[in-house]
């Protein structure tokens, strides 16, 4: 039974969990437009829309929050369980204009549609106002532009209308508000002025434009006319005649007006607080022209012009010169005259720094100059008070010029060839302005005008420029031409090339002479010789002036201290020192010196092996034994010089000491009381047959005063030789 029942519960629970069937849905995409259209007109309805395209598995509600944003700021949201939802604008702005975009979340999912541009078509009308309707001129009027309905950044135009011209426009920027202001400076003449203004703001597409404003009309006063000028007699005068000028205005105040009379920009006259100004002139040719009258209150300024023309009564006067550049103490002839031969008063003057000097009232002026009358001259003519005065005439009186002199700026007549040479030629007497030319030889080399002197650089100096510089001196003067003293002028040769030499050269005796020769390969004489020991500094050792390319320096009783290195420099007056080469001179010994020292050395080496021969033979002499004991037969005196040799594998073995080796490997005996018998007999070569001890012998004790000698047979090979070679030591057992 309970078995039955588990089995009902368990089919009942799979029923269950088939029917329950989990809530699944997913975006395909979410979309926006607008309607009626994405370009809108100013004031028309607009509506947005945004569709959410949902698929879900089974038939549930599902809630959707959509949220609608513009340039990416929000503007408006909802939650609906439909797929669509609406933004509705029931005016559109030119301000709602831009990207508009939705988002639609449901549950933990988010979709974002594609932005799209709307376009609000036209810009409301804007408002102007004007701060004042009647205005002066001179003063400011103030306006303002208003678009209340526009968001910012926009453009503002105020534009200024007068009739019978062109709107000025001035353009304002403006980034955070959407209306601006602007001040107009009411000009002389503005009667009646009109403005309006429009706005502009930026879209995709370019620059969109409002409407232009309604016109804001402004009325000007005028605070005073346009002044009158008028002349009397009239402004077409003759020289002499008496012209008058009168400047006039109407104002309604006369306080803080001014009026000015001109001339170009020459002010002639001018009053204040006052209506009218007058003026007046002896009418010349000068006072032709245009003449201004200005009057000014503030910052109004209105200006009147008028062209007078006055004639000529007479031409300018003439001044001529019997001669314009002549020699003092000559007679000068001055003559003013006018065109027409009318009459007039005449007067010659002299110009000067400080003023006219007034030399005669008359036409004619005739005197006999000097230096000092050199000068401009004018005459003055006067006609019915006209005074007109001739252009003036320059005047040259001139002193002859004196012998010039040349010389060399430096002050020495020389130059060190390579090196410019510049020369001054100066004349001491003279009218400037003066023409000096130097001459190379017979060639121009240069002109040059000056007052009293001038200078010539010469670049080009060669060997053979030795002389021929001369120059002239001229002025206007009559005398003519100064010729300076001829000018011979030493070319120095810098020194080149300086060298060394010896003779001996290299090795000197000790108390001999040296000569030392320095010379140079060119230079100008005198040259300038010295001679030096190089030493840790720089040591003097003889100088010499020659006019010659070459010197020598003879230095007596050459020292051992005189060994060293050796130059010599040259120089002359280019002053320029030129170094040789070094040399090495070593002072060694004289052969008779050699010669000494050789004879003092041998003598003193032949002492000293004769003491050493002596003390050697001494201490032999001292160690000799009585006897010596030979196996064979007794030794004569002939067998001294025998030699007898060892194997090289026998040990050692002795001889008496009676006996010593030479050099020629001979036995010679040291016994001195064998008298002359034994040296003078003659030795006879033998072979000697040298028996061999018995090694298991004791040798058998002679006493103190034995010598026991030990005589090895040699090798076979060995036995050969014509001598033996014997060995000793006086200690052996």
Same mark, same amino acid.
């Given at each position: 039974?309970?078995?039955?029942?588990?089995?009902?519960?368990?089919?009942?629970?799979?029923?269950?969990?088939?029917?329950?069937?989990?809530?699944?849905?997913?975006?395909?995409?979410?979309?926006?437009?607008?309607?009626?259209?994405?370009?809108?007109?100013?004031?028309?309805?607009?509506?947005?829309?945004?569709?959410?395209?949902?698929?879900?598995?089974?038939?549930?509600?599902?809630?959707?929050?959509?949220?609608?944003?513009?340039?990416?700021?929000?503007?408006?949201?909802?939650?609906?369980?439909?797929?669509?939802?609406?933004?509705?604008?029931?005016?559109?702005?030119?301000?709602?204009?831009?990207?508009?975009?939705?988002?639609?979340?449901?549950?933990?999912?988010?979709?974002?549609?594609?932005?799209?541009?709307?376009?609000?078509?036209?810009?409301?009308?804007?408002?102007?106002?004007?701060?004042?309707?009647?205005?002066?001129?001179?003063?400011?009027?103030?306006?303002?532009?208003?678009?209340?309905?526009?968001?910012?950044?926009?453009?503002?135009?105020?534009?200024?209308?007068?009739?019978?011209?062109?709107?000025?426009?001035?353009?304002?920027?403006?980034?955070?508000?959407?209306?601006?202001?602007?001040?107009?400076?009411?000009?002389?003449?503005?009667?009646?002025?009109?403005?309006?203004?429009?706005?502009?703001?930026?879209?995709?597409?370019?620059?969109?434009?409002?409407?232009?404003?309604?016109?804001?009309?402004?009325?000007?006063?005028?605070?005073?006319?346009?002044?009158?000028?008028?002349?009397?007699?009239?402004?077409?005068?003759?020289?002499?005649?008496?012209?008058?000028?009168?400047?006039?205005?109407?104002?309604?105040?006369?306080?803080?007006?001014?009026?000015?009379?001109?001339?170009?920009?020459?002010?002639?006259?001018?009053?204040?607080?006052?209506?009218?100004?007058?003026?007046?002139?002896?009418?010349?040719?000068?006072?032709?022209?245009?003449?201004?009258?200005?009057?000014?209150?503030?910052?109004?300024?209105?200006?009147?012009?008028?062209?007078?023309?006055?004639?000529?009564?007479?031409?300018?006067?003439?001044?001529?010169?019997?001669? $314009?550049? &002549? !020699? +003092?103490?000559?007679? /000068?002839?001055? #003559?003013?005259?006018?065109?027409?031969?009318? =009459?007039? *008063?005449? @007067?010659?003057?002299?110009?000067?720094?400080?003023?006219?000097?007034?030399?005669?009232?008359?036409?004619?002026?005739?005197?006999?100059?000097?230096?000092?009358?050199?000068?401009?001259?004018?005459?003055?003519?006067?006609?019915?008070?006209?005074?007109?005065?001739?252009?003036?005439?320059?005047?040259?009186?001139?002193?002859?010029?004196?012998?010039?002199?040349?010389?060399?700026?430096?002050?020495?007549?020389?130059?060190?060839?390579?090196?410019?040479?510049?020369?001054?030629?100066?004349?001491?007497?003279?009218?400037?302005?003066?023409?000096?030319?130097?001459?190379?030889?017979?060639?121009?080399?240069?002109?040059?005008?000056?007052?009293?002197?001038? $200078?010539? &650089? !010469? +670049?080009?100096?060669? /060997?053979?420029? #030795?002389?021929?510089?001369?120059?002239?001196? =001229?002025? *206007?003067? @009559?005398?003519?031409?100064?010729?300076?003293?001829?000018?011979?002028?030493?070319?120095?040769?810098?020194?080149?090339?300086?060298?060394?030499?010896?003779?001996?050269?290299?090795?000197?005796?000790?108390?001999?002479?040296?000569?030392?020769?320095?010379?140079?390969?060119?230079?100008?004489?005198?040259?300038?010789?010295?001679?030096?020991?190089?030493?840790?500094?720089?040591?003097?050792?003889?100088?010499?002036?020659?006019?010659?390319?070459?010197?020598?320096?003879?230095?007596?009783?050459?020292?051992?201290?005189?060994?060293?290195?050796?130059?010599?420099?040259?120089?002359?007056?280019?002053?320029?020192?030129?170094?040789?080469?070094?040399?090495?001179?070593?002072?060694?010994?004289?052969?008779?010196?050699?010669?000494?020292?050789?004879?003092?050395?041998?003598?003193?080496?032949?002492?000293?092996?004769?003491?050493?021969?002596?003390?050697?033979?001494?201490?032999?002499?001292?160690?000799?034994?009585?006897?010596?004991?030979?196996?064979?037969?007794?030794?004569?005196?002939?067998?001294?010089?025998?030699?007898?040799?060892?194997?090289?594998?026998?040990?050692?073995?002795?001889?008496?000491?009676?006996?010593?080796?030479?050099?020629?490997?001979?036995?010679?005996?040291?016994?001195?009381?064998?008298?002359?018998?034994?040296?003078?007999?003659?030795?006879?070569?033998?072979?000697?047959?040298?028996?061999?001890?018995?090694?298991?012998?004791?040798?058998?004790?002679?006493?103190?005063?034995?010598?026991?000698?030990?005589?090895?047979?040699?090798?076979?090979?060995?036995?050969?030789?014509?001598?033996?070679?014997?060995?000793?030591?006086?200690?052996?057992?």
């Amino acid at each position: 039974m309970y078995l039955a029942l588990l089995v009902i519960f368990l089919q009942c629970s799979e029923l269950y969990a088939q029917g329950k069937v989990y809530q699944v849905f997913t975006f395909n995409g979410v979309k926006i437009k607008v309607e009626p259209s994405d370009k809108v007109k100013n004031g028309a309805p607009m509506s947005i829309i945004c569709h959410a395209d949902i698929s879900k598995n089974t038939d549930f509600q599902l809630k959707h929050n959509f949220t609608f944003f513009k340039d990416g700021k929000l503007v408006f949201m909802t939650i609906s369980d439909k797929e669509d939802a609406r933004y509705e604008i029931p005016v559109a702005k030119s301000a709602d204009t831009g990207d508009y975009e939705c988002r639609v979340k449901a549950g933990d999912k988010l979709v974002i549609s594609k932005p799209i541009y709307v376009w609000v078509a036209g810009m409301t009308k804007p408002i102007l106002t004007a701060d004042k309707k009647e205005v002066s001129e001179g003063e400011i009027v103030k306006l303002r532009c208003e678009l209340p309905e526009e968001v910012p950044p926009l453009e503002f135009y105020f534009r200024k209308i007068k009739t019978n011209s062109e709107p000025i426009a001035k353009r304002v920027a403006e980034q955070n508000q959407n209306f601006s202001e602007m001040e107009y400076y009411v000009e002389a003449g503005d009667n009646i002025l009109q403005f309006d203004c429009f706005g502009k703001r930026q879209v995709k597409s370019g620059w969109e434009s409002s409407q232009h404003s309604n016109k804001t009309l402004v009325t000007v006063k005028e605070p005073f006319r346009n002044p009158t000028l008028i002349t009397t007699p009239s402004n077409n005068l003759t020289e002499g005649d008496i012209i008058e000028f009168q400047c006039s205005t109407v104002a309604a105040e006369m306080r803080g007006i001014e009026i000015i009379f001109q001339k170009n920009r020459t002010i002639l006259n001018s009053v204040r607080d006052k209506k009218s100004l007058k003026y007046s002139t002896l009418a010349t040719q000068e006072d032709s022209g245009e003449y201004l009258c200005k009057v000014e209150q503030g910052a109004v300024s209105k200006t009147t012009k008028l062209n007078v023309f006055v004639s000529e009564l007479f031409p300018k006067p003439t001044l001529s010169a019997s001669m $314009t550049q &002549l !020699d +003092e103490n000559k007679d /000068l002839i001055l #003559n003013c005259s006018i065109n027409g031969s009318r =009459r007039a *008063n005449f @007067s010659i003057l002299r110009k000067s720094s400080s003023g006219d000097i007034l030399l005669k009232k008359s036409r004619i002026l005739a005197i006999k100059v000097n230096v000092n009358d050199t000068g401009s001259y004018t005459c003055k003519a006067e006609v019915k008070g006209i005074v007109k005065e001739s252009k003036p005439v320059r005047i040259s009186v001139y002193a002859p010029v004196s012998k010039p002199t040349l010389s060399v700026v430096s002050g020495s007549p020389e130059v060190v060839l390579g090196n410019p040479l510049q020369l001054i030629c100066h004349s001491v007497m003279g009218t400037p302005p003066i023409t000096f030319t130097f001459y190379k030889g017979d060639e121009i080399k240069k002109n040059v005008t000056n007052d009293t002197y001038a $200078t010539f &650089l !010469d +670049e080009d100096i060669g /060997l053979n420029d #030795n002389g021929g510089y001369k120059c002239d001196a =001229r002025n *206007n003067h @009559s005398s003519g031409v100064k010729t300076s003293n001829i000018l011979n002028v030493t070319v120095i040769v810098p020194i080149r090339g300086a060298s060394l030499g010896s003779v001996p050269y290299g090795e000197v005796e000790v108390g001999s002479d040296t000569a030392f020769l320095c010379s140079v390969k060119e230079g100008s004489w005198p040259i300038h010789f010295k001679f030096f020991k190089k030493t840790d500094h720089e040591e003097l050792l003889h100088e010499a002036r020659e006019y010659s390319d070459r010197t020598i320096w003879h230095k007596k009783t050459m020292k051992r201290r005189d060994t060293g290195t050796y130059y010599c420099m040259a120089s002359n007056r280019a002053s320029v020192d030129v170094r040789s080469h070094p040399i090495t001179i070593s002072v060694i010994l004289a052969a008779w010196q050699k010669g000494v020292i050789a004879a003092f050395v041998l003598t003193a080496m032949a002492g000293a092996g004769a003491v050493a021969l002596w003390w050697f033979l001494c201490k032999k002499k001292k160690a000799k034994g009585p006897s010596m004991e030979m196996s064979g037969s007794a030794l004569a005196p002939s067998l001294a010089s025998e030699k007898l040799t060892r194997p090289p594998s026998d040990g050692n073995y002795y001889s008496g000491s009676g006996y010593i080796e030479d050099n020629e490997n001979h036995m010679k005996s040291t016994d001195e009381s064998k008298g002359p018998d034994l040296e003078s007999a003659e030795v006879d070569y033998t072979e000697v047959e040298v028996s061999t001890l018995d090694p298991h012998r004791a040798p058998e004790q002679k006493g103190t005063e034995t010598v026991y000698s030990e005589i090895r047979k040699t090798n076979n090979d060995s036995m050969e030789n014509r001598h033996s070679r014997i060995y000793g030591h006086p200690d052996a057992t």
